[in-house]
């Protein structure tokens, strides 16, 4: 999901009474983070320095042997980091609600490739970054679990967008690490128009000139801003477009304005990230998928519909089932409006429970 300017964009429907959203106390998140040296990554090479950020909601609660029996990891979407989901789908954090942090222990790491864990800009390697790929985020978030946090098994993982298909790749990648698995606006795969609106994202910073094959000195901004345009017309429904964009120069300032949303962004971030995702494909470690799986994902959702993308997650793991509500904020509505799905979550969660 995009950043600071789409929330905006959002904030002034709500505030416009278009829709409404779920209350949630307010939350703060004290960021930590672990090192890993010389971090191997799928394709064969290494971090140096791997930077895992993360933070933390909720008491641990353990065993009669000691073991933390309430973990869920909560991964965030393309824009995130820890703190998304507390900005963006309070729905899911609200007390009385599915991740409600006095029964659970959350844990919200940042994704490599992201400012606050290891990326190109953080990491002072730019350009000369590794590839990495959806599997290496999560040998990153297991290593933060396990021999960090010293989780032995998850009661969870949930996430939204490319949290989702982080969430998919944890049950394929660690099918013994969790008992329970809701993956929300994602799919098994990397294709078809994703990969169109992200590689056309990527293409046009690519292609501009200031971005000098990921060597700037500054950033490519104009280009960033014009790929962020693009991509913002498939991340709400129509009825929101509808109710903002009257004119055809009401919808040029608005996307203009969704491109702002890349200011604080770094170009090679965006790419490296694009790449990452293009090459995600879990289908072939469904099968051994053990945790129990909800998908969830909202109907108007055109990133994610639930004919090609939703249904086909709970066709292709054993005993898992979809759930499919209606945002008019398609497939933002999928973080703001998890609240309109919290009665099915918590009835999965509450079967699919170890206690």
């Known amino acids: 999901m995009l950043m600071t300017q789409w929330f905006r964009s959002v904030a002034a429907v709500l505030s416009a009474g278009f829709i409404a959203t779920a209350s949630a106390q307010d939350i703060k998140l004290e960021p930590s983070t672990f090192e890993i040296p010389d971090f191997g990554l799928a394709s064969g090479q290494t971090l140096p320095r791997m930077v895992v950020e993360y933070a933390t909601l909720g008491t641990p609660e353990r065993d009669a042997e000691g073991r933390i029996v309430n973990a869920v990891v909560n991964p965030h979407g393309w824009s995130g980091n820890y703190a998304q989901t507390i900005g963006l789908a309070k729905g899911l954090l609200a007390p009385g609600m599915p991740l409600d942090p006095a029964r659970w222990y959350v844990i919200f790491p940042t994704a490599l490739g992201s400012p606050g864990s290891s990326a190109p800009s953080t990491s002072g390697l730019g350009p000369d970054f590794p590839k990495y790929t959806l599997a290496d985020m999560i040998t990153a978030q297991y290593r933060l679990v396990t021999e960090h946090l010293g989780i032995e098994k998850l009661a969870g993982v949930v996430g939204i967008s490319m949290g989702g298909y982080q969430t998919l790749q944890w049950i394929t990648q660690y099918p013994d690490m969790m008992s329970w698995a809701i993956p929300i606006a994602a799919s098994v795969k990397a294709d078809g128009r994703n990969l169109g609106i992200f590689g056309v994202m990527s293409d046009t910073i690519r292609q501009d000139p200031a971005y000098q094959d990921g060597r700037y000195t500054e950033q490519p901004k104009a280009s960033m801003r014009r790929a962020f345009m693009g991509t913002y017309l498939w991340y709400f429904g129509d009825a929101f477009y509808d109710a ?47 945790a129990k799986v909800l998908a969830v994902g909202a109907a108007e959702d055109e990133l994610f519909p639930a004919e090609l993308a939703i249904k086909p997650i709970a066709d292709g793991i054993a005993g898992a089932r979809h759930v499919i509500f209606s945002s008019p904020l398609g497939h933002v509505g999928t973080a703001v409006h998890i609240d309109r799905a919290a009665d099915e979550i918590k009835a999965f969660m509450a079967e699919a429970a170890p206690r």
Not at 261 to 279: C, E, L, P
């Open 244 to 290: 903002r964009y009257k004119t055809e120069a009401d919808a040029l300032k608005g996307l203009a304005d969704a491109g702002l949303g890349s200011d604080k962004m770094d170009a090679n971030d965006i790419v490296w990230r694009n790449d990452a995702m293009a090459t995600y494909d879990v289908r072939p470690g469904l099968a051994g998928v053990k």
